[in-house]
């Protein structure tokens, strides 16, 4: 699957991908809201889990790539996560620092929240974050979405997690 917006693709994340995917998992600037960076072998694994999710659910996180350059600048996408206790829909995404604070993780996680409602019967989709993520939180409520829970996660730190319903969505439209 690819989709595509005005200066992106999104496309299956895949082997080739590994590099670029490292750089940004593997930053501890860019994971700081996430319990660990990653290492050679975590990355490996995220792109097999994310092949399978696309198997499994059809979905999961793809490469973020910028249209003008043609490079892999992050990962955005739908997983199903465990969100206090109940498996949700969820948007998520990671950009390289390099091209934060220029839009690219709204533009993507626009599209992707578009794509559920369109080819998916959920009714509500939800992004996740620490309390602390403050880009993230933005990210989310730029993307229509509103707080509607906040708990203490398995780190014993606030998560808040967002939501848009197809209801609400409808209306953004």
Request: aromatic content about 12%.
């Amino acid at each position: 699957m690819q989709l595509e917006t005005e200066r992106l693709i999104l496309r299956e994340l895949n082997p080739d991908d590994y590099d670029a995917l490292y750089e940004i998992l593997g930053d501890s600037e860019i994971m700081q809201h996430y319990p660990y960076t990653f290492d050679e072998k975590r990355v490996r694994n995220w792109i097999t889990k994310n092949i399978d999710r696309y198997e499994t659910f059809g979905f999961g996180l793809f490469a973020v790539v910028q249209k003008s350059s043609d490079l892999m600048i992050g990962d955005c996408g739908i997983t199903m996560q465990n969100i206090d206790g109940i498996i949700k829909p969820e948007i998520g995404y990671h950009i390289n620092k390099k091209y934060w604070h220029q839009g690219y993780a709204k533009e993507a996680a626009r599209k992707c929240r578009d794509w559920i409602f369109e080819n998916t019967p959920f009714n509500k989709v939800y992004s996740y974050m620490k309390q602390t993520n403050v880009a993230s939180s933005a990210t989310a409520m730029s993307n229509g979405m509103k707080k509607v829970h906040e708990f203490i996660d398995d780190e014993k730190q606030t998560t808040v997690a967002y939501a848009i319903t197809r209801d609400e969505w409808e209306k953004l439209k």
